[in-house]
């Protein structure tokens, strides 16, 4: 699952008929485990301000935080970090 945030405000999109906030952030939650019994994700948050070459590993959030900054309740709740590895290219 993917969306925005509006946690404050930024500006808005510029040669529009109609208004429309620019977000201040996107969250991402990625089941990564086998099965759903298993409820392991990997969540994340960036702010708009994100860096575009900024590590995705350096915003690691649960996904409790998601529910929290978002205001929505997802299906299945966890609290868990799934643990990533990245190889260095």
Known sequence: MT??????HIDTLPSTTKQH??????????FT???PTEETFAAFIMDQ???RA???CSYQV?????EQ????????????RANLFVDSW
């Open 54 to 56: 900024a590590s995705f």
């Open 69 to 80: 900054r978002s205001g929505l309740k997802c299906r299945r709740p966890s609290r868990q």
């Open 21 to 30: 906030p620019i977000p201040s952030g996107y969250w991402k939650i990625i």
């Open 62 to 66: 649960t996904v409790e935080e998601i």
């Open 33 to 35: 485990a086998s099965t």
């Open 49 to 51: 301000d994100t860096p």
């Open 3 to 8: 969306s925005t945030l509006y946690e404050r």
